[in-house]
């Protein structure tokens, strides 16, 4: 665990996920998807707590029962980062861990390369830190599910969109497509000041949160990895999920 600052990791869980409703509940081994991901996050020891902050009180209710941190929120939130930093406002911590719930296969790897970032940031510069993955076949680059994202010469974000960018017109030039992996470190500053700000038109337009926060100046440190976890937004996703633990 790190020591310069505190860092907890925060799992936003919604009961209704519009592609497979319920899926926080569901079985996968014996315990449940959101159970899974909440102790394979406890499991990293990166973190100094560990909660799941959800409207449901169904999850709400597993979490407690199997000895876990949980927060009820307010029903409607615009997005993740949203949810969360109602939840944190009162706390006293610095550094604040978006874990999305669907991956009960976090990536200790991948965490701690973000929490390194905030580590070496001696001067403050990072108001978050996100992962981006390379992508390689024409058909990753151009699906709109894939948010892409490019980056100034410091590895700092200059713009998320679901269109293939950067547009590779000289095509005598080697174009690299990075795609952006949806785990956010927060500097708790950074996200309150974003809980206090309305979503602008380009935000909305691309149903991208990120934007928002460049919109107003922060600062988001991307950091290069091979290391996915594996969400579960299918069916099919947990049919595969449960053949890893069996």
């Known amino acids: 665990m790190l020591k310069n600052f505190k860092a907890i990791a925060m799992i936003p ?77 009162d706390m006293e911590v610095d550094i604040v861990v978006n874990v999305q719930g669907d991956e ?46 490019i980056t100034d010469l410091r590895n700092f974000a200059l713009y998320f969109s679901r269109s293939p960018i950067p547009f590779h017109r000289a095509k005598d030039i080697t174009v690299d497509y990075f795609k952006h992996v949806g785990i956010y470190a927060f500097r708790k500053k950074a996200l309150m000041d974003f809980y206090k700000l309305p979503m602008s038109p380009l935000e909305a337009a691309e149903k991208i949160e990120c934007i928002r926060y460049l919109e107003n100046g922060k600062t988001i440190k991307m950091v290069e990895t091979s290391e996915v976890s594996i969400g579960i937004d299918t069916p099919e996703d947990l049919e595969k999920a449960r053949q890893k633990f069996s």
């Open 104 to 149: 009960p296969f976090i990536n200790e790897k991948a965490l701690s390369l973000l929490l390194k970032e905030f580590e070496n940031d001696t001067e403050g510069l990072i108001d978050l830190a996100s992962l981006k993955v390379k992508l390689t076949g024409e058909e990753d680059i151009q699906n709109p599910n894939h948010v892409k994202v």
């Open 13 to 89: 869980a919604r009961y209704q996920a519009s592609r497979f409703p319920g899926k926080l509940m569901q079985d996968l081994a014996g315990k449940t998807v959101i159970v899974r991901t909440y102790e394979a996050a406890k499991s990293t020891q990166l973190f100094d707590e560990v909660y799941v902050v959800t409207d449901s009180e169904i999850i709400f209710s597993e979490i407690e029962k199997e000895g876990g941190k949980a927060i009820m929120s307010q029903k409607e939130h615009d997005c993740g980062s949203d949810r969360i930093a109602e939840a944190v406002q």
